[in-house]
């Protein structure tokens, strides 16, 4: 539990959290721009909305983020680094324990010109059941590993089967990041897709069937952050969304 921010989370890698739920006693809010703005611009504005209702710099608990194209691995690292710092400034990440989840990808169409903020989420006080969450995205590889390249599922294959191994993988993290954090598929308000392949064909199976879309599946025609990487997704339950 990341009790100075009221929710909990599910330690994954240093850069981000596999999940994060509220506690009792809180809820989780998301605020969305109305485009991406620059990390600088997007932690600021975070930084001031969070002042204005009344709640620390602590109560972030989750980012959406936006970059230009896919990292090499390392580009990758050296950004997460850069990324952490602001966390760490804000009394959030601590001993390479980082509790804020994050999804970061990459538009095919119109992206930023750099790495940008979408969105963010945080904590309120409520007296509402803690049923709020967010899982972190994820694409088709095992995290915490020395690379993602030698552990990408059907690497460099984009056929309609090796998607489909893909998705599936996918959806099976998903499941379990749900059920680590106390929630399953049936309390999921928000899930989304991010490819930028053709996954028409799995919709009804595997995606529908495993009882990931009962409110629809938004799909983000992007791609995901690490270079050979095809398929990512994210799961939510926030209270409410509000728009900067």
């Given amino acids: 539990m990341f009790q100075h921010g009221g929710y909990r989370f599910l330690k994954a890698v240093f850069q981000y959290s596999g999940a994060v739920a509220a506690e009792p006693g809180f809820e989780i809010e998301r605020a969305r721009f109305v485009r991406p703005v620059t990390l600088a611009e997007g932690f600021a504005r975070a930084k ?3 002042e204005s209702i009344g709640r620390p ?3 972030l608990c989750a ?3 936006r970059s230009p194209a896919p990292f090499t691995e390392s580009g990758f690292l050296e950004f997460n680094r850069a990324y952490a710092e602001t966390l760490e400034r804000w009394g959030i990440y601590r001993d390479e324990i980082n509790p804020v989840a994050r999804t970061n990808v990459c538009p095919a169409f119109d992206p930023p010109a750099v790495p940008s903020l979408y969105a963010f989420s945080y904590t309120v006080v409520s007296s509402a059941a803690p049923c709020t969450f967010i899982v972190a995205g994820s694409g088709e590889a ?3 590993r020395a690379n993602y390249r030698d552990h990408i599922v059907r690497l460099g294959d984009v056929s309609p089967d090796a998607m489909r191994d893909k998705v599936r993988f996918v959806l099976d993290a998903m499941g379990r990041r749900l059920a680590a954090i106390g929630f399953s598929w049936r309390d999921a308000l928000e899930t989304q897709a991010y490819t930028v392949h053709d996954i028409g064909s799995l919709f009804a199976d ?3 069937r495993s009882g990931a879309v009962a ?3 938004t799909w983000h025609f992007c791609r995901p952050p690490v270079v050979d990487l095809e398929f990512e997704m994210d799961v ?3 209270a ?3 728009v900067l």
Wanted: charged share 15%; net charge neutral.
């Fill in 142 to 144: 095992p995290e915490g």
């Fill in 240 to 242: 409410r969304t509000v």
């Fill in 236 to 238: 939510r339950a926030a």
């Fill in 215 to 217: 409110h629809g599946l």
């Fill in 206 to 208: 595997p995606i529908a």
């Fill in 63 to 65: 980012c959406e983020l």
């Fill in 48 to 50: 001031a909305h969070l």
């Fill in 57 to 59: 710099l602590t109560a």
